[in-house]
């Protein structure tokens, strides 16, 4: 017994210490650096304790940051899955051509985050973008509109674009989930008098109810932690309107050279984090014990 224990210590070793030097080695660091203050000026950190803590937590940008990451994370993940499970179950019905509607949906979720934000600055432009041009013929808006240079438009904007990007990562988990659910008590609700709303109701959306709870969890935690999109778009303005803590991290350290004050928001990230995948691990165990007990 206690040679295979070392035995299994010794086969976990490498991935552990490969572990250690690439995730926990950067977040300690990161810690320590929240310490000490630096600058373009004084490039030497020098301890400063806890006072970039209490700098932030009394600026006004941070609750900016705080704000803005809340509506960003919350308005993605809510419009990304009711969009992502109304496409699975479209796509789950026998239509012509299924296969190729599948890929076509797929493509936004293919492209790199930064192309698909290229190509949203595009659509947005006020000028020549697609989007003012469709209002515009539809008699939607009058004028052309700024969607990225409005503080009252940007957030909103960006979302949209956030949402067609990831929408059909979703898609894919619930059309799987879909697949998955027992023919035969769709079946039986339907010789039961249940029409299409009372059999997704009573008998699918109970059937995945632990995939929806998965999902969501774990897009709330890749929301989060998103930057490409946003900082392609609007770089976290304008006037911080659509600042998160990834873009203000970036901005911070790699923009102003304020590398105490990035890392300080890295740890308030970091413990939002890992409040969202504990909650990951829990509801993931919860699943596990009903697949086990079923």
Request: glycine letters at 6%; charged letters at 15%.
């Amino acid at each position: 017994m206690r040679k295979d224990r070392r035995l299994h210590w010794l086969l976990l070793a490498p991935a552990l210490i490969l572990m250690a030097v690439m995730l926990y080695y950067p977040m300690f660091g990161t810690v320590y650096e929240s310490f000490h203050e630096t600058s373009f000026l004084s490039p030497d950190p020098k301890f400063a304790g806890l006072a970039l803590y209490r700098r932030i937590l009394a600026d006004r940008t941070f609750t900016e940051v705080v704000t803005n990451s809340i509506v960003w994370t919350f308005g993605v993940v809510l419009l990304q899955n009711i969009l992502g499970f109304l496409t699975a179950l479209l796509l789950n019905q026998n239509l012509p051509m299924q296969g190729a509607l599948r890929a076509i949906v797929l493509l936004p979720f293919i492209l790199p985050g930064v192309v698909a934000a290229i190509l949203w600055r595009f659509m947005y432009d006020p000028q020549l973008g697609l989007v003012n041009s469709l209002l515009l013929q539809t008699g939607l808006i009058e004028n052309s509109v700024a969607w990225l240079a409005d503080s009252r438009m940007a957030m909103a904007s960006v979302i949209i674009a956030a949402v067609w990007k990831g929408f059909p990562f979703s898609m894919l988990i619930y059309l799987a989930a879909l697949q998955n659910v027992d023919q035969s008590q769709i079946e039986a609700a339907t010789l039961d008098g249940a029409g299409p709303a009372r059999r997704l109701l009573d008998v699918t959306l109970p059937a995945i109810r632990d995939v929806i709870v998965v999902n969501v969890v774990l897009t709330l935690i890749l929301t989060f932690n998103y930057f490409d999109i946003i900082w392609v778009l609007t770089r976290g303005g304008p006037q911080s309107a659509t600042h998160i803590f990834p873009t203000k991290i970036y901005e911070s350290g790699f923009g102003q050279f304020r590398f105490g004050e990035a890392a300080t928001y890295g740890v308030f990230s970091i413990l939002v984090l890992t409040v969202l995948v504990a909650l990951y691990a829990i509801v993931q165990g919860q699943a596990n014990r009903r697949r086990a007990a079923a």
